[in-house]
């Protein structure tokens, strides 16, 4: 059916409200854009040295610096005022919350990077590389419904370590494939020949961390939620005596207070260290060929080969009575499994895939 419009077809907005109509107060502005808000502009610089070794041995060394301007900052611009008795006093009683977009984030990123590689010979190539870095902003996410600024009055105030900064991350790779014995008896050749391991290491630096303010977070009045704690001045001792001691006692909880009231707190964002993560793949492989058109492989995967468990932040609520204790098992850094790059990985994962290739077959067992 064809339908035709005209300009009066849109006259009618169901939607416009009677001129009688009734707002219920406060009103809450979910996301609006500020007058002067600009695109964001990220300059990049390289440096670098490549250098080989050898025929077969390569290395490379580079520093890499990031500066971004204006990037998308979130903040209350109606945020409550502890003279006021932590009211909402700028805009008056009819509105609430009033989110802006504002594009005065600033973010900068500077890593060292060094990699050394050596390509496939006698069977063997090795790939590995290490960066130091540091990343700050302002805000590390932005995105509409995210957390706000903690004071709306000062960005800078927010300015510290990101979050996703992890300062040291080594990954090295490795692939080994042994001969495939032609001229040998044909046992000798089945049993040693053609075999293929490779393993893939990751360590990491642990996430940062905030303290938070306790007392809901609100103890400025600025109705953000977002408050961090006070520090007393005594010694951090983050992840310090054994395993057992650091997972109930990651820091010092006696270097942390609540904020004064009608005050923000004098502790930087991202201030601690979460605990370091390492895990590694390993993946053995034989291939038996028959005929020269038949092939037949066994592959046997581990994941988190040596069963190191990845643990989550600890609880950083002033007041809770896990304060300071770590209670989760967190992210494993492997990516090597399709989907598990933010996977949480318990212990190891065994798998056994079989694979024909004339017959097109394909079989995988896998346990933990």
Same mark, same amino acid.
């Not at 500020?34 to 250098?51: C, K």
């Not at 006093?89 to 500077?110: D, I, K, R």
């Given at each position: 059916m064809l339908q035709t419009f005209t300009e009066n077809s849109f006259a009618q907005n169901p939607n416009v409200p009677a001129s009688q109509a009734? *707002?219920?107060?406060?009103?809450?502005?979910?996301?609006?854009?500020?007058?002067?808000?600009?695109?964001?502009?990220?300059?990049?610089?390289?440096?670098?040295?490549?250098?080989?070794?050898?025929?077969?041995?390569? *290395?490379?060394?580079?520093?890499?610096?990031?500066?971004?301007?204006?990037?998308?900052?979130? !903040?209350?611009?109606?945020? @409550?005022?502890?003279?006021?008795? +932590?009211t909402r006093?700028?805009?008056?009683?009819?509105? @609430?919350?009033?989110?802006?977009?504002?594009?005065?984030?600033?973010?900068?990123?500077?890593a060292l990077q060094i990699g050394i590689e050596k390509r496939l010979s006698h069977g063997l190539q090795i790939r590995s590389n290490f960066t130091w870095s540091k990343s700050v902003d302002i805000l590390s996410n932005a995105s509409y419904s995210s957390l706000v600024v903690s004071n709306p009055m000062d960005l800078r105030h927010d300015r510290g370590v990101a979050s996703t900064n992890v300062p040291l991350i080594s990954?090295?790779?490795?692939?080994?494939?042994?001969?495939?014995?032609? +001229?040998?008896?044909?046992?000798? #050749?089945?049993? =040693?020949?053609?075999?293929?391991?490779?393993?893939?290491?990751?360590m990491q630096s642990g996430f940062p961390f905030s303290i938070q303010g306790g007392n809901g977070n609100n103890n400025s009045g600025s109705l953000q939620l977002a408050d961090r704690a006070d520090i007393t001045g005594m010694l951090y001792q983050v992840h310090q005596g054994s395993k057992q001691q650091w997972l109930a006692y990651y820091f010092n909880t006696a270097a942390f207070k609540?904020?004064?009231?009608?005050?923000?707190?004098?502790?930087?964002?991202?201030?601690? !260290?979460?605990?370091?993560?390492?895990? +590694?793949? =390993?993946?053995?492989? !034989?291939?038996?060929?028959?005929?020269?058109?038949?092939?037949?492989?066994?592959?046997?995967? *581990?994941?988190?080969?040596?069963?190191?468990?990845? *643990?989550?932040l600890p609880n950083t609520g002033l007041g809770n009575s896990n304060f300071g204790q770590i209670t989760t098992i967190g992210?494993?850094?492997?990516?090597?499994?399709?989907?598990?790059?933010?996977?949480?990985?318990?212990?190891?994962?065994?798998?056994?895939?079989? !694979?024909? #290739? #004339?017959?097109n077959a394909f079989c995988m067992f896998a346990r933990r």
């Open positions: 009734i *707002f219920t107060t406060p009103i809450t502005v979910g996301a609006v854009y500020s007058p002067d808000f600009r695109l964001g502009i990220t300059q990049n610089w390289t440096a670098s040295v490549e250098q080989q070794l050898r025929s077969d041995l390569a *290395f490379h060394l580079a520093y890499v610096d990031s500066q971004s301007y204006h990037q998308a900052i979130q !903040k209350d611009l109606n945020p @409550g005022i502890y003279a006021a008795n +932590g006093a700028l805009y008056g009683p009819n509105f @609430g919350q009033v989110l802006e977009f504002t594009s005065e984030g600033t973010s900068s990123y500077q990954i090295t790779n490795l692939v080994y494939t042994t001969l495939d014995l032609r +001229g040998h008896n044909g046992f000798v #050749r089945a049993v =040693l020949g053609s075999w293929e391991g490779s393993l893939i290491y990751t609540t904020n004064a009231v009608g005050t923000f707190e004098n502790s930087q964002r991202n201030l601690l !260290k979460g605990p370091e993560i390492s895990s +590694g793949d =390993l993946a053995l492989i !034989k291939n038996w060929m028959y005929q020269e058109r038949y092939t037949l492989q066994l592959r046997g995967e *581990f994941f988190n080969v040596l069963n190191h468990p990845s *643990f989550g992210g494993n850094p492997s990516a090597s499994h399709p989907g598990w790059s933010e996977a949480v990985v318990l212990n190891r994962l065994l798998q056994y895939p079989r !694979k024909d #290739r #004339r017959l």
